[in-house]
Structures are given as C-alpha cells and as structure tokens.
C-alpha cells in the first residue's frame, strides 16, 4: 500500500523541510510584533464608529 521508500531520502526531506520551518519561524521572529494589534484596533474602531457615531458628530447624518 505505502510502496517501498528509501530512509535515507527520507531523512534528506524531512531535515530540509525542519530547516524550512526554522527560517520561517526566524522571519516571524523578525516581524513587528504589533502590527496585528493595531489592524486589529483600528478596524474595530472603525466598526465602533460605524455602528454609533462619535459624540462630535453627533446630530450629523452621514451621506452615503
């Protein structure tokens, strides 16, 4: 069913694919850390602001 199958060759991919891993996890490493916080927070700030305006605009409609 699963054939026949060199280890040694084996061995090859699954270390190139740990190393892959490895220069994945350095470059997430690299990443700013938070920049998904403040996407985060400035969408959902919009959202807020979308469902109830704020005070200043208050008595505003908005045009669409």
Request: aromatic share 6%; no cysteine; charged share 35%.
């Amino acid at each position: 069913m699963f054939g026949s199958f060199n280890p040694d060759e084996l061995a090859v991919v699954i270390a190139d694919k740990i190393k892959g891993y490895h220069r994945e996890a350095e470059l997430e490493g690299q990443l700013p850390k938070h920049a998904l916080r403040r996407r985060m927070a400035r969408l959902l700030r919009a959202w807020a602001e979308a469902l109830e305006p704020a005070q200043g605009s208050k008595g505003r409609l908005r045009e669409a």
